[in-house]
């Protein structure tokens, strides 16, 4: 499947003068902004800047998550089980399918 979002390695670029903790791709083209909760830089907080990692990671998270769908796939048909089941491996797998499903 051909990917859509923004290629590359995402970082966070630290907080600019209107507030904004910066998200930006290896070329330092921004991705995305987070807003701190009043817009003001000097109150830029941990939740602001947590949120924007996560938001950098998202394309190694969903690499690796796909990466794992993948091995899940394999692991059923190399041991002849269902991942149609009710276990616990068949609802991780579905989790990894739904999360990675709402990227599409």
């Given at each position: 499947?051909?990917?859509?979002?923004?290629?590359?390695e995402w970082?966070?670029?630290?907080?600019?003068?209107d507030?904004?903790?910066?998200?930006t791709?290896g070329?330092?083209?921004?991705?995305?902004?987070?807003l701190?909760?009043n817009g003001?830089v000097?109150?830029?907080?941990?939740?602001q800047?947590?949120n924007a990692k996560?938001i950098a990671?998202?394309?190694?998270?969903?690499?690796?998550?796909?990466d794992c769908?993948?091995l899940l796939?394999?692991?059923?048909?190399?041991?002849e089980?269902s991942?149609?089941?009710k276990g616990a491996?068949?609802?991780i797998?579905r989790?990894a399918k739904?999360a990675?499903?709402?990227?599409?």
């Amino acid at each position: 499947m051909k990917t859509t979002h923004t290629n590359g390695e995402w970082k966070v670029k630290g907080v600019d003068s209107d507030g904004r903790v910066n998200i930006t791709n290896g070329r330092a083209i921004p991705i995305a902004k987070v807003l701190s909760e009043n817009g003001k830089v000097y109150e830029c907080g941990l939740e602001q800047q947590a949120n924007a990692k996560l938001i950098a990671a998202a394309p190694e998270l969903l690499d690796a998550l796909k990466d794992c769908e993948k091995l899940l796939s394999i692991y059923a048909e190399s041991t002849e089980s269902s991942l149609n089941n009710k276990g616990a491996d068949a609802q991780i797998w579905r989790n990894a399918k739904q999360a990675i499903n709402k990227t599409k």
